[in-house]
């Protein structure tokens, strides 16, 4: 039975009409201190005026306090992010990383650039890590690191990720650009493996356009970090770093990469962070409302949420069953939805289309061919994908879920029951 039986025709049809990409403005004391530094010129990252502690170092400071470790480097995206973080974590040239098979394509992207090589890992029903393949695959490959992506913010059972890693002597890099507040057990997210990775992309839960930060408890790892990150010789200026004489072991064969994070980037981030907590409880809410109406569709799954994971969702996703529609109809349900307001992304499309991306669509990374990972495969056949602004209200919520809802009986219908007879459940 389809929700709206009975209703379509007297009711006529519900559109959603705002923008689901359009997201919240940067806030007032953002733009004020934008503006501040624009009249005053002083862009780069590093001053050469002692009076005044420039945004990055501010940002990288109050960063490090907010994840409660020691350092932090601000970078100028979430892949460079990750690139340092696996470099500065010793990944060399031919190095083995694993990943999770559903992730972004800046992932793959980023061990390839550090001159390594990506060993997919499968994906369970929730979205997240295998933990048998990832425990098979972290022998059977002899992978010394794990790349792990909190793709689409899920967050696997991390206390049995640590303990595989362990095990192998897998040293782990967090991928964090989905997840800066969210956490498993309490315990946030980038805090768990050697280094932290985060994104400041406008669709992430800081928004400067473009931006990555790396945290760290290690003082290794942060100097080659900052140094990698192009610190020049001014990295006394960074205020979450390790000790000075740490960095005489490295600044003479860390190589200067230029992916500095500018100050203009960091004034818009710092007013962000003080609001985090609470943007997340707001962005939960908004998950909530959603998956009250959408959980009781019949086939229409969305992923279980155990208690412990403090999920923080800027988007949400969930997998239409084969046994509600065919693939044709599938294809038929997104363009209603979309038709009506709500743009849904579809991974099983056979082409990448804006952000959606799939393993075989990475043609330079070992294993991407079909069955490789057969989990993963069936699952992101089948799933769905939509933004979720912030500023949703529940009745935005209803609405979109009613088109959701709406688009899944419309494409229940084929051509032939245009008289109105369903063809499916
Ligand atoms: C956005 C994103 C990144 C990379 O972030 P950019 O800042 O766009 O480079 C990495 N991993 C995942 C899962 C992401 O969603």
Not at 276 to 289: G, K, M
Request: net charge negative; proline share 5%; charged share 20%.
């Amino acid at each position: 039975m389809s929700v709206l039986d009975g209703h379509c025709e007297t009711m006529g049809e519900v559109t959603f009409a705002g923008d689901l990409s359009a997201p919240d403005p940067i806030p007032e004391a953002g733009i004020d201190a934008a503006v501040r530094l624009l009249k005053d010129g002083r862009l780069f990252r590093y001053g050469e005026d002692r009076n005044s502690i420039p945004e990055a170092a501010l940002l990288e400071q109050e960063f490090a306090a907010y994840q409660g470790r020691k350092y932090c480097v601000a970078v100028n995206s979430g892949g460079c992010a990750l690139f340092i973080a696996l470099k500065a974590a010793g990944v060399c040239p031919g190095d083995k990383v694993l990943i999770n098979a559903f992730t972004l394509a800046p992932v793959p992207g980023a061990i390839a650039h550090a001159g390594g090589e990506a060993v997919l890992v499968d994906i369970d029903d929730r979205y997240v890590v295998d933990l048998e393949d990832l425990d098979r695959k972290a022998a059977a490959s002899g992978a010394k690191f794990l790349l792990l992506s909190f793709m689409r913010g899920h967050i696997p059972d991390m206390d049995a990720v640590t303990g595989i890693c362990a095990r192998h002597g897998v040293t782990m890099i967090e991928d964090c650009a989905h997840t800066m507040g969210g956490g498993w057990d309490g315990r946030l997210t980038g805090t768990f493996g050697v280094a932290g990775c985060f994104s400041a992309q406008t669709f992430k839960q800081v928004n400067s356009g473009e931006g990555g930060l790396v945290v760290t408890d290690d003082e290794d790892l942060a100097a080659r970090a900052i140094l990698l990150s192009g610190s020049y010789m001014l990295y006394a200026q960074h205020r979450a770093r390790p000790a000075m004489d740490v960095f005489e072991r490295h600044r003479y064969t860390t190589p200067n990469c230029s992916m500095r994070m500018s100050g203009l980037v960091a004034s818009l981030l710092r007013p962000q962070l003080a609001t985090l907590d609470e943007r997340n409880r707001r962005w939960r809410r908004i998950y909530d409302c959603l998956a009250s109406e959408l959980a009781p569709v019949n086939g229409l799954n969305l992923p279980a949420r155990p208690a412990k994971e403090d999920f923080a969702p800027t988007s949400m996703q969930f997998s239409v069953s084969p046994d509600l529609l065919s693939d044709q109809q599938l294809l038929r349900f997104i363009q209603n939805a979309d038709a009506h307001g709500v743009h849904v992304k579809w991974f099983g499309a056979p082409d990448p289309i804006g952000f959606t991306s799939r393993h075989d669509h990475w043609r330079y990374v070992d294993g991407t061919r079909a069955g490789a990972v057969p989990n993963a495969d069936r699952v992101l056949s089948r799933l769905c994908d939509f933004r979720l602004p912030l500023w949703l209200s529940d009745a935005d919520c209803r609405t979109i879920a009613a088109v959701l809802k709406q688009a899944v009986a419309a494409a229940g219908y084929t051509e032939s029951d245009a008289g109105g007879i369903k063809s499916s459940a």
